[in-house]
């Protein structure tokens, strides 16, 4: 999903909080000005949903949480919040927080045209700070096509492009799985328009 400013004055995390819960759609927190998160694609719905599935059972018997879109995540050590498509949290400080996670070690977008460039780029800049993160998983909803960004053990980021045919792997929960298994009913003759996205 994308995000389409919608409050021109600054706002602070406490009043952010306390105006949300008023509003009638989602809304990211970017250095105290406020995004609105649009609906996406059927396809994007179903993306997210099939992979967020897939994790949730694989972690079913584990202590890790699998969140979808409605939970934030705050960017580590500022004030700022995104909703991601799917997030995973193995981390015991993450419990003990209701509005939001701090430490994810998973963090998934579904990409589309208006989303993709802030995705790889801005966004990511910003989830990277967090130490916890190891999987950084961008999910095409135009074809199969999954590019993951792994931290390695030097700490640096290195990037995996996953396509037909491929096993993916996330390391930071100890899954393999067909990339298939992501796509599966999925109809890529599926057409939409989509309103373009403010760089941030």
Same mark, same amino acid.
């Given at each position: 999903m994308f995000a389409v400013s919608s409050q021109p004055i600054k706002l602070t995390p406490t009043e952010y909080f306390a105006w949300e819960e008023q509003q009638l759609c989602r809304h990211e927190y970017i250095n105290g000005e406020v995004y609105a998160m649009s609906g996406g694609t059927r396809n994007h719905s179903r993306i997210a949903l099939k992979f967020g599935a897939l994790l949730d059972?694989? %972690? $079913? @018997?584990?202590?890790?949480?699998?969140?979808?879109?409605?939970?934030? +995540?705050?960017?580590?050590?500022?004030?700022?919040?995104?909703?991601?498509?799917?997030?995973?949290?193995?981390?015991?400080?993450?419990?003990?927080?209701?509005?939001?996670?701090?430490?994810?070690?998973?963090?998934?977008?579904? %990409? $589309? @045209?208006?989303?993709?460039?802030?995705?790889?780029?801005?966004?990511? +800049?910003?989830?990277?700070?967090?130490?916890?993160?190891?999987?950084?998983?961008?999910?095409?909803?135009?074809?199969?096509?999954?590019?993951?960004?792994?931290?390695?053990?030097n700490g640096r980021w290195e990037i995996i492009n996953y396509r037909a045919g491929d096993i993916v792997e996330l390391q930071s929960v100890n899954l393999s799985f067909p990339i298939e298994q992501v796509y599966r009913g999925i109809d890529f003759s599926e057409v939409s328009v989509e309103p373009t996205t403010p760089e941030q």
């Open positions: 059972n694989h %972690l $079913s @018997d584990r202590s890790c949480e699998v969140f979808n879109s409605d939970c934030r +995540v705050k960017i580590f050590e500022t004030d700022d919040y995104t909703y991601p498509d799917v997030s995973v949290s193995c981390d015991r400080r993450d419990k003990t927080t209701t509005q939001y996670i701090t430490y994810p070690c998973l963090i998934a977008e579904v %990409l $589309s @045209d208006s989303t993709e460039a802030y995705d790889r780029g801005n966004k990511f +800049v910003r989830y990277r700070q967090n130490p916890q993160l190891q999987d950084y998983v961008l999910v095409s909803s135009q074809e199969i096509a999954i590019d993951l960004y792994r931290k390695n053990e």
